[in-house]
């Protein structure tokens, strides 16, 4: 997880709604990618135990508190804002969440026997992480485009809320899932 009391992030100004989003998006493609390695691995030792347990640390409790920002905090005051017209796009999304949502839950069995078990991975276990990998990451890809636009183009006031929001569903913490 990268904190934003550290590095560049720290620098966001109040209201960075996307560059909170982008801080997350990197957090899944660094973590996805450790997945795919560990996905590889053909003998185990500790290492691969604590990789093991931060990726289902990761998938577990950040990744869906990044799904709720945009869901739960961002999407309504887009509909408001942009009008329903953007609800077709608001919902392709969810709709996108959706299906990853039946994925994770299928790999986070698996992590969580590897944070003591070790392997070996099953062509099951690649397979799903391979779909889940492509999916989000073409996902990941069109909310650049297309969401964070609409993000950034929210009245400020809107945008310190919404940012103040998610680093409270964090429990104050400044930390970007
Ligand atoms: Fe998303
Ligand atoms: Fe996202």
Known sequence: MISL???PSMELPPGSVTGLLAACHANIRGR????RLLARA??????????????????????PL???DEDERIGPELLE???VGKGPLLFELHDEHERAEELRVLLLADWARWRQEP???SRGHQHVLQRFARSTEVH????????????????ETTRIAIADA????????????
């Open 119 to 121: 392997g070996p991975v």
């Open 66 to 68: 990044h799904v709720q």
């Open 5 to 7: 009391s550290k590095g």
């Open 140 to 155: 990941l890809f069109r909310e650049e485009r297309v969401f964070f636009p609409l993000v950034d183009a929210l009245p």
């Open 32 to 35: 996805l990618a450790e997945a």
């Open 166 to 177: 998610m680093v409270a569903a964090r429990g104050g913490r400044r930390a970007a899932p």
């Open 42 to 63: 053909t003998e185990w030792d500790e290492r691969h135990h604590a990789s093991a347990r931060a990726i289902h640390d990761y998938f577990a409790t950040a990744f």
């Open 81 to 83: 804002h942009h009008g």
